[in-house]
């Protein structure tokens, strides 16, 4: 499974991503080292309108109710019809769902995520 990765805050999804990893996932963050949108680095490309876009994007969510710049993807990500899934890291309990996004993503606790993803991974079999 191929995960497109935004994260509210630079470096908060490291732990979810190196978990996601573990279970086999092919993890892509949504920017370069930088921050920058892959899309508008130098050179860059969206994850999105390649021939092997992701399956799943994962949003780490922070504490604030609305998106952050770093999570834009999310947006991007809806616009391409790929299904969304949005948590928080570490011990943070569940995400808050920005205001818009209550029916169009699906939002779980850190310890629900993995289940999550093995859920997408079914209904696109």
């Not at 509210?8 to 993890?27: I, K, M, Q």
Request: hydrophobic share 40%; net charge negative.
């Amino acid at each position: 499974m191929r995960i497109l990765l935004t994260e509210a805050e630079f470096d908060g999804a490291r732990e979810v991503a190196a978990a996601l990893r573990d279970l086999g996932c092919r993890v892509s963050p949504c920017h370069v080292r930088s921050g920058v949108c892959r899309a508008l680095a130098p050179g860059g490309t969206c994850l999105l309108d390649e021939d092997d876009r992701p399956d799943l994007t994962v949003d780490v969510r922070g504490t604030e109710p609305g998106l952050t710049p770093r999570e834009f993807g999310v947006v991007c990500a809806l616009r391409a019809r790929v299904p969304i899934v949005m948590t928080t890291a570490g011990d943070a309990g569940g995400p808050v769902v920005p205001p818009g996004f209550e029916h169009r993503v699906t939002a779980c606790p850190p310890d629900d995520l993995f289940d999550a993803c093995r859920g997408f991974l079914r209904t696109r079999a």
